[in-house]
């Protein structure tokens, strides 16, 4: 393992050539949660030919786990290592350098959450029959004493489109009903264009709007307009808005790289929701992706649980509607190289997360009051 040196476009180059490319690795990712207090390493695996065979962009930084007192390191790598996670020899390597690099520096813990699948289809139906690591990779990471976090930062599972083939594929693909919304929405004049950068406080208000209207927590305004600004501007991002007579009702962020894309950042109002935007909207999304390049289109996020009870059930079944195949990888797994800190680290952060939360709840409360 070493260490690189890479200028920006080298290293995203040089993720888009590895297996499991995210833009959570790439270094505008990095640039982001800079600006919330984490640093970055860029960390390299080469053959015996000097071929990278494996990278991962590591995010440090210090804390203070009840916020005073003495500074901790802890660690985390999203959506990494990149890798072939097949190769058990390369594997083994990566993971035995990330678990010494972890004691040496002292960290607490280190984080990592690769895209390594457990499945594709829903569990108990027939899926596509191939092969995924999943459950091997988990068994050696469990062997190797690392331990399944009890904090998910990204979503384990998600719906993942197939753009390969034509239009006519893809409505193939998809529900009765949800073919019937999209042509709704074309017949109830439903536009989309696309989002310019004087739009971009608009797209945070409806932000505000969803996230009051649906019960999560977003940051503030200037955190999300710097980060769709960089991604737009670097050429690795697009904004969607769709509009009923001129009125901005529904908007979506796309991120891609590497022949995928994700949506990452919906928002919407409550105007004109019976004429469907959403559906023409993410129709809309998905011909973009395809003239970007994208054969595959990341719903980002599904359920736990398949069932209604599910904060998420709503979400996945208009995933399911467009077309998203249901997709379970292994999550996130830490490796506490020292247990006593990792403990109290998991006792108090999420109360103190908690207390944070409510904070801003009421703050999203007021800035749509």
Known sequence: MANSRMNPFDWNTLISRLPGASFLQTREWAAVKHEVGWEREELLWRDDDEKIIAAAQLLPRSIRIFGFG????????????????????LRSKVLQDLEKLTRERGLVFLKIDPEVILGVGIPGQVSDGGYYPGLEVSDELRSRKWRFSPEQVQFMNTMVINLEGDENTWQARMKQKARYNLRLAQKNGVSVRKAEFQDLPLLYKMFVETANRDGFIIR????YTKTWEMFIQKGMAEGLIAEVDGQAVAAVIYLFLAGRAWFVYGMSTSQHREKMPNYLLQWEVMR?????????????GAPDSLVDSDPMYGVYRFKEGLGGEFQRSIGAWDYPARPILYFVYHQVIPRLLAVTRLFRRRQLKQEVS
């Not at 503030?220 to 955190?223: F, G, K």
């Not at 973009?288 to 980002?300: M, V």
């Open 70 to 89: 003495p500074r901790v390191g802890i660690g985390y790598i999203p959506r990494a290592p990149l890798m072939n996670w097949q190769d058990t020899s």
């Open 288 to 300: 973009s992706a395809k003239e970007k390049g994208c054969l595959e289109y990341d719903l980002w």
């Open 220 to 223: 503030p305004e200037a955190y």
